[in-house]
C-alpha cells in the first residue's frame, strides 16, 4: 500500500557532500515516521537517521551525527537526507523507510521491524 522512491545517490569524492531524497505515496505517510538505512556490500543493514510524522524529533547513529541531517518536507511525505563530510565508509546502498507505528528511536533499535522500505539509491565515496 505504502511505497516508497529515493533519489539523489551517486559518486562524491570524500569530504563532500550529497542529499538524498525519498519521497513516499499510496496511504498517509505523512503521519508516518521515516528514516534512513544503509547496506554495503557483505554488510548487515544499519540505521542512519530517523524522524518522526512532525519532524520535531530526530534520531541519529553515531557516525552520521553531527554530519549528517534528516528532514521531512512541508508535505510529509517526503524525507531528505542532507550528508556532508563524506568518507568511504558511507558508501553503501541507502534504504528510505517508513512505519505507522514506530518512534524514531524505535527504528534505530529494531530495524527488521520497519514496515515499509524503498528500494534504494546508491551512494560511492571516491578518495
Known amino acids: 500500500q505504502v511505497q516508497l522512491v529515493e533519489s539523489g545517490g551517486g559518486l562524491v569524492q570524500a569530504g563532500g557532500s550529497l542529499r538524498l531524497s525519498c519521497t513516499s505515496s499510496?496511504?498517509?505517510?505523512?503521519?508516518?515516521?521515516m528514516g534512513w538505512f544503509r547496506q554495503a556490500p557483505g554488510k548487515e543493514r544499519e540505521f542512519v537517521a530517523a524522524?518522526?510524522?512532525?519532524?520535531?524529533?530526530?534520531v541519529y547513529s553515531d557516525s552520521a551525527r553531527g554530519r549528517f541531517t534528516i528532514s521531512r518536507g512541508d508535505a510529509k511525505n517526503t524525507v531528505s537526507l542532507q550528508m556532508t563530510g563524506l568518507n568511504a565508509e558511507d558508501s553503501a546502498v541507502y534504504y528510505c523507510?517508513?512505519?505507522?507505528?514506530?518512534?524514531?528511536?524505535?527504528?534505530?533499535?529494531?530495524?527488521?521491524?520497519?514496515?515499509?522500505w524503498g528500494r534504494g539509491t546508491l551512494v560511492t565515496v571516491s578518495a
Open positions: 499510496g496511504s498517509t505517510v505523512r503521519d508516518y515516521g
Open positions: 523507510a517508513a512505519d505507522p507505528l514506530m518512534t524514531p528511536q524505535a527504528m534505530s533499535m529494531n530495524p527488521t521491524a520497519v514496515d515499509y
Open positions: 524522524i518522526n510524522w512532525s519532524g520535531g524529533s530526530t
